[in-house]
């Protein structure tokens, strides 16, 4: 009988970045998605009509985890690798 074993997760090393001003610890090789995700976020974005948005294809297609990135507007979130000291931010009326 086969018996479910847990693999051992080998994570990069930890760094920090902000979203919303807020401080967020992440680890190398994780998107911004994945982080995000893991720190309780649930709304990436904010439509027009102030509905939340959070990543739900995440591989690059729908646009629904655009955030804006050290000032630059409409990145996907689900593409886009951490990096210490990066500003993140909501994307508003998308
Ligand atoms: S979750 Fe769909 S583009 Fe990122």
């Known amino acids: 009988m086969f018996k479910a074993q847990r693999l051992k997760a080998n994570r990069g090393r930890a ?6 001003g807020t401080t967020v610890t992440a680890y190398d090789g994780e998107t ?15 439509t027009r009509g102030g509905e939340p948005r959070m ?3 995440n591989m690059g297609t729908c646009f629904d985890c655009a955030v ?18 990066m500003q993140v931010n909501r994307q508003e009326g998308k």
Do not use: K, Y
């Not at 911004?32 to 904010?46: D, I, K, S, Y």
């Open 15 to 20: 760094l920090q970045f902000t979203f919303e």
């Open 55 to 57: 990543p739900f294809c």
């Open 68 to 85: 804006c990135v050290n000032g630059h507007s409409l990145v996907r979130a689900c593409l886009t690798d951490v990096s210490s000291g």
């Open 32 to 46: 911004v998605a994945t982080a995000l995700l893991a720190a309780g976020v649930t709304a990436f974005n904010v």
